[in-house]
């Protein structure tokens, strides 16, 4: 294996672990459900893809010449269930939001305008 081909896995490995890091930051520390969301949809899909990438490349650098197929799979199923799962559960977490829920932090939930939020199924 050469050395550029090691550098790149490295970097691969350590940008996911960076990635994968900070999404678990934002897990714990952002404050409702809608913005604790974005942690583990956005930044640790990105390392986890990082680092399978990493993987596809080093089992494919060896004794074969194709390119490591699982990796791939794994990699193309994850970029396409992640927004869906994170959209699915967002659209439940609205739905079921209410002008008098508080937030994980104790505020209460309310629009831009300082309003509280009505029920979603509940029209003027």
Known sequence: MSTATESAIAVLILLGALFILLGSIGLARLPDFLTRLHGPTKATTLGVGAMLLASAIFFSSGTNEGISLHELAIL??????????????????????????????????????GEKLPHPDKTS
Do not use: E, N
Request: hydrophobic share 40%.
């Open 76 to 113: 193309f199923f994850l970029f396409i269930t992640a927004p869906v799962t994170a959209h699915l559960l967002a659209k439940a977490a609205l739905h079921r939001q209410t002008g008098t829920q508080q937030s994980d932090s104790g505020t209460p939930v309310r629009g831009r305008d």
